[in-house]
């Protein structure tokens, strides 16, 4: 599949303008031409395109000019430079500019398709390598998703079932399972791997600046547009667009996307014609898209259109055999961020019991926070109950009974509303002996200074000030 379609043919004679529409037009680009170099700029300000082709001899701005101008204008913009009256210095010029080739006149039009097909093929391979880099994602090795639980491997077998075709996916799930991390599965295994991946919250974009996000606008198309910008549509051409929080888009926005996915093409924020596009739309939602439906809010014939195959993630609470396996993955991770050193080797058999018995509410995201903390924390070399969040190993404290003594009649048992209260004044009660002095309290304590640093925060203690009073004191 081509990887660029827009070209703009900047050349002030008829001859050559005509011929290299005609040609690349007829292998599938979208062209403009254009007879000066003010002229090619203009439309440059006012909408993007993959590929520039200018003569360097034009009246009002020279080639080279335009060149550099128009790299400063769309920087991800490929050049190619044509001259009749070249030499070799002008055309190391043109390169060391950012010309991607220079090419002699006269030629043949299929000079220049082959010089954009090698172009494409330059920017597939540096697309490729920019995905391979990417793909050492939290929670994925090598670019697969990790667990062995009967749920997570269903899911999994379904992707490697519809990976290698076109059809649209909806993914179900609670928030943090790893819908993300699917769509990119999906995208991976597909015969679009080497082109875009684009992910997108449509949640997280003002619904006035929804649609050119999605679809790009054009110079002027509304009051802070100054410049033309490329959609989230044209950018993943080729490629794989993860419409996250899809529930979240307005109506205005569905009908765009209804007529994308049917039609396969984008109309930009005050433009007059329609670009083509070859997107394969992945989505993804937390809310009941079939209640929207029914309530008004979201488009029955894109929900169907959305819905074609549907994959539901399944909480962490329903694979917990595959808990520890993430937790050791984090750890890991973990150990190089926060250059432990010694570094955590594991967890202690009570530590991990908690972990697989916690019904994990947030799913990976919350494990993958919880141990980013204990690894901060663990003062040895194995993660206690005591590292992990108070919510994995305390039970759910009881209603406030005021201050009458815990262990009288119908005082507060809570465990751990006592262990709280004993640390923190264990802390104050260290900073007024050190004056504040951090680094010794920590001494005093026999915890790590990083420890005592996150529970101070924890607590909202005020070092200073502690270490302002006389020990004793209130």
């Known amino acids: 599949m081509p990887l660029f379609r827009t070209v703009l043919v900047a050349d002030d004679e008829p001859s050559i303008r005509h011929i290299l529409t005609l040609v690349l037009t007829d292998k599938g680009y979208d062209v403009r031409a254009v007879a000066d170099g003010d002229e090619a700029l203009r439309e440059l ?26 790299l400063v204008e769309q920087p991800g913009l490929t050049v190619v430079v044509m001259s009749a009256y070249g030499s070799q210095e002008q055309a190391l010029e043109a390169v060391q500019a950012g010309a991607y080739d220079y090419v002699q006149k006269p030629f043949k039009p299929e000079e220049i398709v082959l010089v954009l097909r090698k172009a494409e093929e330059r920017e597939r391979l540096v697309r490729e390598n920019r995905r391979l880099h990417e793909a050492q994602l939290p929670g994925a090795s090598g670019g697969h998703i990790l667990g062995q639980s009967a749920a997570l491997q269903a899911v ?64 002027g198309a509304f009051t802070d547009a100054r410049t033309a910008r490329r959609g989230l549509f044209a950018e993943a051409d080729g490629g794989t667009l993860f419409l996250d ?47 929207l439906v029914t309530q008004g809010d979201f488009r029955e014939d894109l929900y169907y259109r959305l819905n074609v195959v549907n994959l539901t993630l399944p909480p962490l609470r329903e694979r917990r055999e595959d808990i520890p396996l993430l937790a050791r993955v984090f750890l890991q991770r973990f150990n190089r961020e926060l250059n432990r050193d010694p570094p955590v080797e594991g967890f202690t058999p009570e530590a991990e019991a908690l972990m697989t018995a916690y019904a994990w509410p947030g799913n990976v995201r919350e494990l993958e926070n919880a141990m980013e903390r204990a690894v901060l924390l663990a003062e040895g070399t194995h993660i206690a109950p005591g590292s992990l969040p108070e919510k994995l190993w305390a039970a759910s404290a009881p209603a406030p009974v005021g201050t009458a003594a815990p262990l009288q009649a119908g005082g507060d048992l809570s465990l751990k509303r006592a262990i709280r209260e004993l640390e923190e004044s264990y802390i104050r009660a260290a900073l007024r002996r050190t004056k504040g002095n951090r680094t010794r309290a920590a001494e005093v304590l026999d915890i790590s200074h990083r420890a005592l640093l996150y529970k101070i925060k924890e607590y909202g203690i005020d070092p200073d000030a502690e270490g302002a009073r006389t020990e004793g004191q209130g």
Do not use: W
């Open 45 to 70: 300000s006012t909408r993007a395109y993959d590929v520039l082709v200018t003569d360097v001899r034009m009246p009002r701005r020279d080639g080279l000019s335009v060149l550099k101008a128009a």
């Open 156 to 219: 999994l077998k379904q992707v490697a079932r519809v990976a290698p075709v076109d059809t649209t996916v909806l993914i179900s799930g609670e928030s943090g399972t790893g819908k993300e991390l699917i769509a990119r599965e999906l995208h991976g295994k597909s015969r679009r791997a080497a082109m875009p991946f684009v992910a997108v919250n449509c949640g997280a974009i003002p619904h006035g600046l929804l649609e050119s996000e999605l679809f790009g606008h054009v110079k």
């Open 245 to 291: 929080e899809v529930g979240e888009l307005p109506l205005g926005a569905q009908v765009k996307l209804l007529r994308v996915l049917q039609e396969g093409e984008i109309r930009p924020v005050g433009e007059s014609r329609v670009e083509r596009v070859d997107v394969r739309v992945v989505a993804a939602t937390l809310r009941d898209l079939g209640k």
